[in-house]
Structures are given as structure tokens and as C-alpha cells.
């Protein structure tokens, strides 16, 4: 039997339209989700976080906890990134263990952690407070290929974090670009050295997907990420329907309820089809795109950067920008291209482009990244292009958050007349000027209907 994890709730639109599935489209299918017998549902985590708070105008804490309150059967499943959490840089470790302990009092079962650059260090903080609030603890690694990411790169670290405590152990595909016989020997392989399970993450976009997991199967993988059919393809995952009827009546058959993916399917093709003519969902979004196994570009940068070209009026640029990807991501010693560093090369290449100057302009993250502050690059980056970034300034060799200091006493009293508990502060920690204004907003109307149910109940009287 393989076991499924259903993705349309985080990662399926985080990669099609941006994030922007609104919690109420979620509440009214979820309970029907979770009579499906999924092995968990992916439902937080990633991208959702800022966008129900800078786009939807969401607490994105209580859409957790109202998902939460409906799913009674399957586990619930989000996506961390490490000391980065689900912002954009570092945060101290007292920060790092309060988001994982909140998150789990809040409704996550499963928290599947990564670090963009297979940096063991930038996990222990997550991994070990996971382990310690009771939760599943998921370590991902951050697949790509290049001169040094071979088999053995990955079978080795994965013996690393096993060690680390590991409940499980998820390979990363966040671009599809794992073959399927790639697929076979790396699973394969790993079957000899880990004890346990082994869930296989990839994509769609290289038209690849589908082959990859039935290789990955054959080999023993334990369960595979899908999303349903209406939020699959292209830049997310392979269908969830396709992969159970392709297993059904096997040894693998996923046992899932087929009638009640009907009614799941039916539900999404309608929101599907709304998002298509919002313009929301770009078509492109839903193309096989072969190229992507030489671009290396993931799902949801793939259509963040078209995203961001179309604002530009730049769209006939795009197949420039893909092209320049890879070289900036050679430059810049091979990273895995995932959240934030994906953004990072995305934005260089797109600079690059633009400017018509490779390097002309620099975002800080960059520096940052060349300086070591999101921990060590699998290929050391070159001389000269170190010195076009950073010049001179001085590169780290430690753990980058080694050097924050513990955050959580000033962000209390910073945020002590507007936070509510140690959720908000949170927010405000992760995304300080969005958050801020989206619980200012919240708090005011939530005072005006207040005010209105006091004034109805005196009229009552």
C-alpha cells in the first residue's frame, strides 16, 4: 500500500495561483477531504502564512485552527523552513521553538522541515522542538542535480538526519527534476540505509512527475505527495486521481474512497474555473514545460515569476529570465533552487535581465547569502564573484544564528498595546509591517461589532 499526502491546500495553490485559496473555499470541503483516507493533509505552512495576512486579509493562525476543528480522521501537515521559518531570513532560536510549539498546540501533526541549502545546522533548532512539543518531525531534502549532488550526496546526508531524529525522511522535488530512474536508484538506495519512511515531493511542470513516482513506488517509497486533479499539473503536483487509479487493485493500492474524490473533484474544478477567469490562474501555470530540467526552476517561483514580468509589462522576457537562472545559480555554487533562495537567484536573473547588466543590481538578500548568512553553499562560490557581490566584507563559516540573540522578551514589549497572545507576536515577528496592519484592521472591525451587538442588545432590552 503507498499512502498519499494531499497538497491542494498548500502547495498545489501555492504553485498555481499564487496562494490565494481563501480559507472559507477550504472550510467547505475539508470534512469531505477527510473522509478520503489520506495520509495527511497539507494544509499550512510554505507561502500561506504572508499571503492570508498581506493578500487575504486572514488570520492565518485561525485557519489552522478551523481546519483543525473539522478534520477529525487525517493528520495535518505544514511546511517549515528551517531557522527561516516561513519568512525570508533567520530568526533566533527562541523564536524558532515557539513557532513549532505554537503551531502544534494550533492543530499540525506532521511539520516537515527543510534547509534551502541541505545545511544541517539550520535544522537542529526546528528539528529538536518539534520532537520536544510531540509532534512528527519530517526532514526534507532539498533535491536538485549538479557537480556535487550525486546519489550519494543524498544518501549520506539522509543517514545525517536520521540521526537528527527524523520521523521520517521527504525527498524535496520542489522543481521536478528527478527522473524516474533517478527516482528508482535514489529510493532504492535509501531503502538500504534508513529505517524510516520515505516520502517522495515532486512537480509536475517537466511532464515527468507521474513516471517518477511509479518508479519511486517500484523502488518502495512509503507515500507520495498529489493534489487533486483541478490544483495538479503543471507547476504542482501530479493528480491525485491519476496515481489512485493507476495503483488501484495492486499491491500498492492507496485505498482511498474514489467516490468521495468525485465529489473533492467537483468541488475544486468550479474554484478552478473561477481563478481562470479571474486571470489569477495563468494558463501557462498549467503547461509541461520540459526545458525546466535544464532551468531547475520550482512551481511556485515558476509562476511568481511570470507574476511579477506581466506587472512589469515585461512578459516577453520571460524565456530570458529562465535561461539566465541557471547561470546565476552555477555563480553562485549550485543552491537548490527552494523558498527563499529560489526567490533570491529568481530576482537576480530577473535584475540581470532587465538592467541589461549582469550584477548592475544587487538585492541585500544576496549579499547576505554570499556573506553566509543562510549557511554554507554545496560549491564554495568563486573568487571573482564573490568579490562583484560582497567586495571585501568578511564570509562566516558558522551557524548564521549563532549570532541573533534571543528575540522574543523585545518583540513582547514592542508589540505589548497591539498583540493578543503569542500568535500575533509571532506574525509581527515573521512579517512585522503587514502583520501589524492586517491585526490593527482586524481589531478594529472586531471593536466595531462589539459596539454594534452592545447597541442591539440595549435596544432588545
Not at 89 to 104: M, N, Q, T
Request: charged content about 25%; some cysteine.
Amino acid at each position: 500500500m503507498v499512502k498519499i499526502t494531499e497538497t491542494s491546500l498548500r502547495d498545489g495553490h501555492q504553485s498555481l495561483i499564487a496562494t490565494r485559496l481563501k480559507t472559507s473555499e477550504i472550510l467547505d470541503i475539508v470534512e469531505k477531504m477527510d473522509q478520503v483516507g489520506y495520509h495527511a493533509l497539507e494544509v499550512w505552512g510554505g507561502a500561506t502564512f504572508d499571503s492570508c495576512l498581506r493578500f487575504l486579509d486572514e488570520d492565518p493562525w485561525e485557519r489552522l485552527r478551523e481546519i483543525k476543528k473539522r478534520v477529525k480522521n487525517t493528520k495535518l501537515q505544514m511546511l517549515l523552513r528551517g531557522q527561516n521559518l516561513l519568512g525570508y531570513k533567520h530568526y533566533p532560536d527562541d523564536i524558532v521553538e515557539l513557532f513549532v510549539k505554537k503551531s502544534i498546540e494550533n492543530g499540525i501533526d506532521i511539520i516537515r522541515i527543510f534547509d534551502a541549502l541541505n545545511d544541517i545546522r539550520n535544522l537542529k533548532t526546528a528539528v529538536d522542538a518539534t520532537k520536544k512539543y510531540g509532534g512528527h518531525c519530517q526532514i526534507a531534502i532539498s533535491y536538485t542535480t549538479s557537480e556535487v549532488h550525486t546519489i550519494d550526496y543524498y544518501v549520506n546526508l539522509s543517514v545525517e538526519i536520521e540521526k537528527m531524529g527524523a520521523d521520517s525522511i521527504c525527498i524535496k522535488d520542489m522543481a521536478g527534476v528527478l527522473l524516474p530512474m533517478d527516482a528508482y536508484n535514489l529510493v532504492s538506495q535509501l531503502k538500504e540505509k534508513i529505517t524510516v519512511p520515505i516520502e517522495l515531493h515532486t512537480h509536475q511542470t517537466s511532464g515527468t512527475g507521474g513516471m517518477t513516482y511509479l518508479k519511486a513506488i517500484e523502488a518502495g517509497v512509503d507515500i507520495i505527495d498529489t493534489a487533486i486533479s483541478p490544483f495538479s499539473g503543471g507547476t504542482s503536483q501530479p493528480a491525485t486521481e491519476s496515481l489512485y487509479y493507476s495503483l488501484l487493485n495492486t499491491k500498492y493500492d492507496t485505498k482511498l474512497n474514489g467516490e468521495v474524490l468525485n465529489d473533492i473533484t467537483e468541488y475544486f474544478t468550479k474554484i478552478r474555473n473561477d481563478y481562470l477567469k479571474s486571470g489569477l490562474l495563468n494558463p501557462k501555470a498549467l503547461m509541461t514545460n520540459p526545458n525546466i530540467l535544464k532551468y531547475q526552476v520550482p512551481g511556485g517561483m515558476l509562476s511568481n515569476l511570470m507574476s511579477q514580468l506581466e506587472k512589469q509589462g515585461s512578459f516577453d522576457k520571460y524565456e530570458d529570465v529562465l535561461k539566465e537562472v541557471p547561470r546565476v545559480r552555477a555563480e553562485l555554487g549550485y543552491p537548490p533552487l527552494v523558498t527563499p533562495i529560489s526567490q533570491m537567484v529568481g530576482t537576480q536573473a530577473v535584475m540581470n535581465v532587465m538592467t541589461n547588466e549582469r550584477y548592475k543590481v544587487i538585492p541585500q538578500e544576496i549579499k547576505d547569502y554570499v556573506k553566509g548568512l543562510y549557511g554554507k553553499a554545496p560549491v564554495e562560490v568563486s573568487m571573482e564573484i564573490r568579490e562583484r557581490i560582497i567586495g571585501n566584507e568578511k564570509v562566516i563559516t558558522y551557524r548564521p544564528a549563532d549570532d541573533l540573540l534571543p528575540m522574543y522578551k523585545e518583540i513582547k514589549e514592542k508589540y505589548k498595546d497591539l498583540a493578543k497572545n503569542d500568535e500575533d507576536l509571532l506574525s509581527c515577528a515573521l512579517f512585522p509591517q503587514v502583520a501589524v496592519d492586517f491585526i490593527t484592521k482586524r481589531d478594529k472591525i472586531e471593536v466595531i461589532e462589539e459596539d454594534e451587538i452592545i447597541e442591539f442588545n440595549l435596544l432588545m432590552a
